[in-house]
């Protein structure tokens, strides 16, 4: 499986974007599927998940202000982050997850310009 983000770019404090995730294979085979981000200096934190399919979670500096959805049909994989602040400023990796196996995107950058 090969998962492509895009979406990144530039943007400023309160602004949004809408971060997307291609997967090269269904997405029916991929039950959890997940964004993290990882800003300059820091360790890669997670985002937001949606696991086993249907059970969502986010990081406490996001919740309210970003959403994930997935939608298999099209194989893909979204985050729509709103409210964005510089302390949102990292890569963004989407990521999927198949048992013991492991998936990452190859990052997209997010800047939020004060």
């Known amino acids: 499986v090969q998962l492509q983000a895009s979406g990144g770019g530039m943007v400023q404090a309160g602004g949004s974007l809408t971060l997307s995730c291609a997967a090269s294979?269904?997405?029916?085979?991929?039950?959890?599927v997940a964004w993290y981000r990882q800003a300059p200096g820091k360790q890669r934190e997670l985002v937001a998940s949606i696991i086993s399919g249907k059970i969502i979670n986010y990081g406490d500096s996001v919740k309210g202000r970003f959403i994930i959805s997935r939608d298999d049909a099209k194989n893909t994989l979204e985050l729509q982050m709103n409210s964005l602040t510089p302390e949102d400023t990292a890569i963004y990796y989407c990521?999927?997850?198949?048992?013991?196996?492991?998936?990452w995107g190859q990052g997209t950058q997010v800047t939020v310009s004060s």
């Open positions: 990521n999927a997850q198949r048992g013991d196996l492991m998936y």
């Open positions: 294979g269904s997405m029916h085979s991929l039950p959890t």
